[in-house]
């Protein structure tokens, strides 16, 4: 992300040389990258109270994701302002390890897959430089993805286990900010990172043996995107 940041500041020279789509044209585009999530209070979900913290260790180790897309664009006339709608798909995994003082190990990975409706409203300071804040609505289409693996498989069969977590922890759809920084340039590419901040419970508790609580688990994470915008014939 500091890497991004430096880039915009090293193009911005050649910012005035006109690096945006025209003015008051309607384009539409296709954008790719990556992005990086991660649920929150997932511990507070699956390990009851009575449980001493000092026994165990937990961590929420965020994971790379794809995401992709098609957009809209349109920049107003005479104005610094542009707005772009945007269909997302997006992979979103994250992975909660637990270690225990009996040496018990195990990790559950949350791979939750979105469609995501939604866009940004673009102020241009500098030409190309942007700067985008928006709202998306994400709706989970793989409500149990979910893995669970351990080092202690004689315990419960990792399958048989994994079988009835993805019956207790289903996942939710999501409401998101987005904050944006960016670049275009004028022959059609844009270049965008941004931090998602989401607002909904994106886990839903079901009842269970486990001893599961249900909890307020939002999601967070950055995203980094190439895009080619073309303009309506």
Same mark, same amino acid.
């Not at 954008?31 to 507070?44: E, L």
């Given at each position: ?27 539409? /585009?296709?954008? $790719?990258?990556? %992005?990086?999530?991660?649920? &929150?209070?997932?511990? *507070?979900?699956?390990? @009851? =109270?009575?449980? #001493? ?80 804040? /928006?709202?998306? $609505?994400?709706? %989970?289409?793989?409500?149990? &993805?979910?893995?669970? *693996?351990?080092?202690? @498989? =004689?315990?419960? #069969? ?76």
């Amino acid at each position: 992300m500091k890497n991004f940041f430096l880039l915009l500041l090293a193009l911005l020279p050649v910012a005035w040389l006109g690096a945006q789509p025209e003015s008051d044209v309607w384009f539409y /585009g296709f954008k $790719a990258g990556v %992005n990086r999530h991660q649920i &929150q209070d997932v511990s *507070t979900t699956i390990i @009851p =109270e009575v449980f #001493p913290t000092e026994t165990y260790t937990t961590e929420m180790v965020p994971a790379l994701g794809f995401t992709g897309g098609v957009t809209l664009y349109h920049r107003f006339y005479d104005s610094r302002f542009a707005v772009q709608p945007e269909i997302l798909f997006s992979s979103r995994s994250s992975d909660f390890n637990y270690t225990d003082i009996r040496d018990l190990e195990y990790s559950i990975r949350f791979g939750y897959q979105y469609v995501s409706l939604g866009g940004v409203i673009k102020l241009y300071p500098a030409a190309g430089i942007n700067f985008g804040v /928006g709202a998306q $609505a994400a709706f %989970n289409v793989a409500t149990d &993805q979910l893995k669970y *693996t351990s080092n202690m @498989p =004689e315990l419960g #069969p990792d399958l048989q286990i994994q079988q009835s977590l993805r019956e207790v922890l289903i996942g939710s759809n999501d409401i998101n900010l987005l904050f944006q920084a960016g670049y275009d340039f004028n022959f059609g590419l844009m270049l965008e990172a941004r931090y998602i901040l989401g607002l909904s419970d994106v886990l839903e508790t079901r009842a269970n043996g486990f001893n599961f609580i249900e909890n307020s688990n939002r999601s967070s994470g950055f995203q980094i995107t190439l895009g080619w915008l073309i303009e309506f014939p």
